[in-house]
Nanobody, 113 residues
Framework: QVQLVESGGGLVQPGGSLKLSCAAS????????MSWYRQAPGKERELVAT????????NYADSVKGRFTISRDNAKNTMYLQMNSLKPEDTAMYYC??????WGQGTQVTVSS
C-alpha cells in the first residue's frame, strides 16, 4: 500500500521558517523523482520544487527560489522542504508527490501575523 504522509505544517509569522517532511512507504522511494506542490484556496495547484531520485538535481518555482530548499534522505524514505523567509503568499496546502503518480494528503502552511 503506497503512502505519502506530509507533516510539519503550521502557523508562522512572516519572515519565519518551517520544515516540511514527506514520509514514503509502499514503493521504491529511491527510484522516484519527488516534488512538492501547493494549492491556495481559489488558485491553481503550483509546482514548488522537484528533486531527482538520487537527489543530485533540484528545480524550484521562481516564487520560492532562494527561500526554499528541497532535499531527501533515501535511507529514511523521506523528503523535506525547508522554507525560510516565509511570506503571506506562501499560505497554502502543501502536497508531496512521486512523479505525479502518488500523492500525499497535504499539510497546511499559514503565514500570518
Amino acid at each position: 500500500q503506497v503512502q505519502l504522509v506530509e507533516s510539519g505544517g503550521g502557523l508562522v509569522q512572516p519572515g519565519g521558517s518551517l520544515k516540511l517532511s514527506c514520509a514514503a512507504s509502499g514503493f521504491t522511494f529511491s527510484s522516484y523523482a519527488m516534488s512538492w506542490y501547493r494549492q491556495a484556496p481559489g488558485k491553481e495547484r503550483e509546482l514548488v520544487a522537484t528533486i531527482t531520485s538520487a537527489g543530485g538535481s533540484t528545480n524550484y518555482a521562481d516564487s520560492v527560489k532562494g527561500r526554499f530548499t528541497i532535499s531527501r534522505d533515501n535511507a529514511k524514505n523521506t523528503m523535506y522542504l525547508q522554507m525560510n523567509s516565509l511570506k503571506p503568499e506562501d499560505t497554502a496546502m502543501y502536497y508531496c508527490a512521486a512523479l505525479s503518480k502518488y500523492w500525499g494528503q497535504g499539510t497546511q502552511v499559514t503565514v500570518s501575523s
